[in-house]
């Protein structure tokens, strides 16, 4: 599967913004999808996960409360919807798949497939 991550962009603190990442290639419905971002000289780090199946869902205790991660598989499309967004929220976030998989998942070595990232900059 093809992912193509979009919707980064400049905002202030405390607004808004919904990531989107669009699959393609193969049948989206069977991945587990999650949302990891990358700052500047950072290690890259887990947001949250969805599963393929029931919807579960699992956020990183930085993001919780504030970012809610979605899916639309008749669109083929993971979303991030990010509220109350803080200066330490900036960074490169990357959408990744795999395929089955559940929450449990959180690590990048969990993941098969990596979207090309867009940048989130958040002024404070």
């Known amino acids: 599967v093809q992912l193509q991550a979009s919707g980064g962009g400049l905002v202030q603190a405390g607004g808004s913004l919904r990531l989107s990442c669009a699959a393609s290639g193969r049948a989206f419905n069977v991945y587990t999808v999650a949302w990891f971002r990358q700052a500047p000289g950072k290690e890259r780090e887990f947001v949250a996960v969805m599963s393929w199946i029931g919807g579960s869902t699992f956020y990183a205790d930085s993001v919780k409360g504030r970012f809610t991660i979605s899916r639309d598989n008749a669109k083929n499309t993971a979303y991030l919807q990010m509220r109350s967004l803080k200066s330490e929220d900036t960074a490169v976030y990357y959408c990744?798949?795999?395929?089955?998989?559940?929450?449990?998942?959180?690590?990048?070595?969990?993941?098969?497939?990596w979207g090309q990232g867009t940048l989130v900059t958040v002024s404070s």
């Open positions: 990744a798949a795999v395929r089955l998989g559940d929450t449990s998942r959180n690590l990048p070595r969990d993941f098969d497939y």
